[in-house]
Nanobody, 116 residues
Framework: QVQLVESGGGLVQPGRSLRLSCVASGFTISNYVVGWYRQAPGKGRELVAT????????NYADSVKGRFTISGDTSKNTVYLQMNSLKPEDTAVYYC?????????WGQGTQVTVSS
């Protein structure tokens, strides 16, 4: 059974950093693409970053390039999203996701609020 559990969200001031974690179970992150999406109030879900941990192959949305870093720890079967230089427009619920056996699976999400 595929499960994704996010943590690490919170309230942070503009310019500060947060690190989100996604603990995966039911599959091995080294063999599958894992991604982070976000959804701001009143907007659609946006792909933020993806990683295929075995090859350290990463991709980023233009809006977060140079500020966010996605990484994977295969020993913990966990994917991280390091978010630096946060902006108010980064405020959203952040979801971890993977594509496994023809289906897309989602975590429950973690709220990130960037505000002074």
């Amino acid at each position: 059974q595929v499960q994704l559990v996010e943590s690490g969200g919170g309230l942070v001031q503009p310019g500060r950093s947060l690190r989100l974690s996604c603990v995966a179970s039911g599959f091995t992150i080294s063999n599958y693409v894992v991604g982070w999406y976000r959804q701001a109030p009143g907007k659609g879900r946006e792909l933020v970053a993806t990683i295929l941990a075995t090859y350290s192959n990463t991709n980023y949305a233009d809006s977060v390039k140079g500020r966010f870093t996605i990484s994977g720890d295969t020993s913990k079967n966990t994917v991280y999203l390091q978010m630096n230089s946060l902006k108010p427009e980064d405020t959203a619920v952040y979801y971890c996701t993977t594509w496994f056996s023809g289906a897309q699976f989602w975590g429950q999400g973690t709220q990130v609020t960037v505000s002074s």
